[in-house]
């Protein structure tokens, strides 16, 4: 089987979902004759033609607004916002006509749109280059949102956001885009949206986390395995809508959850999870459940970014408390 | 060196002056001027039996149209059955026009989603009340029509005040860029709630700002029908065969007030309104029908009765559609629910059983 990063994976997908379905049309900045400025479309123009890969305008809100007239009128747009920090241009007509359009029309309209966001931080970007605006996303009902840790899990969830009926925000962590090399079938597989995967099994605390933090938080039980410290880790994947059951059956499992994310932490989805789980079986906890989180600052330039995204240290010092509660 | 690099001009249209009196009309039939008339008609009861709902407290909010019913009207009536509309907010004659039911377009603005649901086969999107955002939505539909070679155009209303917004130029560039099949039509009613058209703009038309996003605009008389018809009609011809989007400025007035929770007396004239009414695009039709005698007083007075009782039954209907099912709120937000969803449905049904 190949082998292939991230960033392979995904235009792996898109070329595959393209080959089987007309509608699906890619559009964004740079996405055509430059393939991407993270070559995430690389050689999709030359094979389907600039009808079907479109450089538009550099215009964020024009791409998601001219997406969802196209997505209304039987096409499958698969939108690219360039980095994360330039959505918010974009979220308006997210929020108010994206997640809408259904319930307004009562079904009428749909809007099966793709709109792939290369996020969060690691790679020493620019500043409005290294956000996680997860939030603004899973906090719209309407809206789905996606995210991988992984080659495998790319190639599938893309192929599952393609195919879904309803708008998905598919978030690509760029630190992960070339870290690593994974076995992707060729072969046609979809990852369902709405459900979590098992990283890593355990028994003594559940890690919850998503992207490039999976990742983290694998690091940071390889410290706790040597202090006699088991974790399960849960990769969320599936922002929205979010997989409760696995997450609680692997609390009740260990009875302590360490949340793990690079958004700032107030309103982070971490506080969701964390509501979610006192809610649903505080008796099963054996200790209040902690966040790991960025803080609640704008994201730090390269320099400082270290100090913000949270690191295997962190993550396995918030373990540490949690089993000696 | 200076040399000049680029000019412009801009048209104006005019073809029904505010007499009555015409040269030329478009090659209209006397059927299709008679159409034409009785739905702006329709539009004008429609929209005064919509106000007294709502002092009635029997509608919500509601955004009335009087003194844009040519504007709306007339280039509606321009579009093929295949072409899409993409209205704002305002467009209820448009809408009627175009096939939505007055009793749907009553349940949507009574603060019932099922008003909106467009009956399929109908290719006109919903309301859209975030000012300026559906020209996207217009330049995507023209741009699958392109992609997918179709040989049709699509047409999106919008104000004066949304040429303010980032989203209408936004789509006017892509359109430009893209030579959309798509037609832009601004109903610049000179207000935008309580700010006049001056404020919105320092350009002294709205239409010249197409010339700068690469296409032809024009001015156009919003409250003569013919020249609304003319304008709009050339304008999707020329969509449709190829020639890109225009951006058609209908010069035109709102007679009433923004909304329903409006009172424009506190912030325009009188004589301003006074000197509008005088431009009524309906009373300005049936002068010119009834000087060609295609028209006359008992016409008007079987047609007054017949709309008068069209738009009672709308309203009987209206009021007599039974309420959607409390847990119909949660089933639109996805295809198919979430477990999440589905929960929080369960909770709603809990409440309604605690309650009764």
Redesign the interface.
Same mark, same amino acid.
């Given at each position: 089987m190949a082998l292939f990063n991230l960033a392979q994976a995904i235009n792996l997908a898109l070329g595959q979902e393209m080959e089987k379905d007309k509608k699906v049309?890619l559009l964004g900045e740079d996405i055509g004759v430059d393939g991407g400025v993270f070559r995430v479309t690389e050689g999709l123009l030359d094979k389907f033609g600039s009808?079907?890969v479109m450089d538009?305008?550099l215009?964020e809100?024009?791409i998601?607004? +001219?997406?969802?007239?196209?997505? *209304?009128?039987?096409?499958k #747009?698969v939108a690219e916002i360039q980095f994360d920090g330039f959505i918010y241009?974009a979220l308006?007509?997210l929020i108010?006509?994206a997640a809408k *359009?259904?319930?307004?029309?009562?079904?009428?309209?749909?809007c099966p749109l793709v709109v792939r966001v290369p996020c969060a931080g690691g790679i020493h970007a620019p500043e409005h280059h290294s956000e996680s605006p997860e939030t603004h996303i899973v906090h719209t #009902?309407?809206l789905?949102a996606v995210i991988p840790s992984n080659p495998y899990d790319a190639k599938g969830l893309m192929a599952a956001a393609i195919r879904? #009926?309803?708008p998905v925000v598919f978030f690509e962590p760029k630190k992960l885009y070339r870290a690593s090399k994974q076995e992707v079938p060729e072969k046609d597989y979809e990852i369902p949206i709405?459900k979590a995967s098992i990283a890593k099994e355990g028994g003594d605390v559940t890690l919850i986390s998503w992207g490039t933090m999976v990742h983290v938080c694998t690091e940071a039980a390889e410290k706790l395995k040597e202090k006699n410290i088991d974790v399960e880790i849960i990769d969320v994947r599936s922002l929205s809508?979010?997989d409760?059951?696995t997450i609680l059956t692997s609390v009740q499992k260990t009875g302590r959850a360490v949340i793990v994310h690079e958004a700032p932490r107030t309103l982070g989805l971490g506080a969701e999870i964390a509501a979610t789980i006192s809610e649903a079986d505080i008796l099963s906890l054996k200790a209040p459940v902690k966040r790991v989180t960025g803080f609640d600052i704008p994201m730090p330039l390269a320099k400082h970014e270290y100090l913000y995204l949270p690191n295997a240290e962190r993550v396995a010092k918030a373990a540490e408390e949690v089993m000696k509660f | 060196m200076e040399k000049e690099i680029a000019k412009f001009s801009v048209n104006y249209l005019q073809i029904l002056d505010e007499n009555g009196k015409c040269a030329e009309q478009p090659g209209l039939t006397q059927k299709q001027i008679k159409e034409i008339y009785e739905s702006m008609v329709l539009a004008r009861i429609f929209d005064e039996r919509s106000i007294k709902l709502q002092r009635e407290g029997r509608l919500g909010t509601y955004p009335p149209l009087k003194g844009q019913e040519a504007a709306q009207i007339a280039s509606a009536y321009a579009l093929g059955k295949n072409d899409?509309m993409?209205p704002a907010f305002r467009e209820h004659a448009s809408m009627i026009l175009r096939g939505l039911s007055m009793e749907m377009i009553l349940q949507y603005w009574g603060g019932d989603?099922?008003g909106?649901? *467009?009956p399929?086969g109908e290719n006109d999107?919903?309301f859209?009340i975030?000012v300026g955002?559906q020209?996207?939505?217009?330049?995507?539909?023209?741009? +699958?029509?392109k992609?997918?070679g179709e040989k049709t155009a699509s047409l999106v209303y919008f104000g004066d005040g949304a040429t303010s917004e980032?989203?209408t130029n936004? +789509?006017m560039?892509?359109a430009g860029?893209f030579s959309l099949p798509l037609v832009f039509v601004c109903e610049n009613n000179q207000w935008a709630i309580s700010v006049p058209r001056s404020r919105q703009t320092a350009s002294q038309t709205i239409a010249q700002k197409a010339v700068a996003f690469g296409f032809e605009g024009v001015q156009v008389d919003g409250n003569d029908v013919f020249a609304v018809y003319s304008a709009t009609k050339s304008a999707l011809e020329k969509a449709r065969s190829g020639g890109g989007p225009t951006l058609i400025e209908l010069f035109t007035y709102r007679m009433g007030d923004h909304t329903t929770a409006d009172d424009a007396s506190k912030y325009r004239k009188k004589s301003e309104v006074d000197e509008w009414v005088k431009k009524d695009p309906i009373e300005r039709l049936r002068k010119y029908m009834e000087s060609k005698k295609l028209w006359s007083k008992a016409d008007e007075e079987k047609l007054l009765a017949k709309l008068g009782k069209k738009v009672e039954d709308a309203v009987k209907k209206y009021e007599s559609v039974p309420a959607e099912e409390p847990g119909k709120i949660f089933e639109?937000?996805?295809?198919e629910m979430?477990?999440?969803l589905k929960n929080q449905q369960k909770s709603l049904e809990h409440q309604d059983e605690a309650k009764s």
């Open positions: 049309v009808d079907r538009t305008p215009a809100s024009a998601i607004g +001219a997406s969802i007239g196209m997505a *209304i009128y039987g096409l #747009p241009p308006d007509q108010s006509h *359009i259904r319930n307004r029309s009562r079904g009428r309209f749909t #009902p309407g789905k879904d #009926p309803d709405g809508p979010l409760t059951e | 899409w993409i989603e099922r909106q649901k *467009i399929s999107l919903t859209a975030p955002t020209p996207l939505h217009a330049a995507g539909i023209a741009l +699958a029509m992609i997918m980032g989203d936004e +789509a560039n892509f860029v639109y937000v996805y295809a979430t477990e999440n």
